[in-house]
């Protein structure tokens, strides 16, 4: 995926600021930013949850309805954040100078991966 017009690359320290506020725009825009803002206090993701597995101890109709929505809910979420992941990391290395790319961890945590690319450009505010 190649970047933007007007995107701005991560080449540099000087390009921190600029960088990270169009990840940060790009992360509100699907309600992902809480997840990555590294001036805020870490939020966990959310888990995939367990495979829905009726409780056969209470068959009746309305609870059996109740806990299939509840995981319905939980992985509504989960599909939510992953694809949020996905929007984030495909921005991430399409504006991410290669030689930078190369230097960072593989992690399923784009949080990660920023506080990472901050520690390698140190930037300059």
Request: glycine share 2%; proline share 7%; aromatic share 10%.
């Amino acid at each position: 995926m190649a970047a933007g017009a007007n995107e701005i690359i991560l080449r540099t320290s000087k390009d921190w600021d600029d960088w990270y506020e169009g990840v940060q725009m790009k992360a509100m825009a699907s309600n992902f930013q809480k997840y990555i803002d590294l001036d805020a206090p870490r939020i966990d993701p959310p888990m995939e949850p367990e495979p829905y597995q009726p409780n056969t101890a209470d068959l009746r109709l309305e609870v059996l309805h109740v806990q299939y929505y509840l995981y319905k809910q939980r992985m509504e979420t989960y599909k939510t954040y992953m694809k949020g992941v996905k929007e984030i990391y495909d921005h991430i290395f399409a504006t991410v100078d290669l030689r930078l790319c190369r230097a960072l961890t593989k992690t399923p945590d784009p949080r990660l991966t920023l506080e990472e690319l901050k520690e390698i450009i140190a930037p300059t505010k």
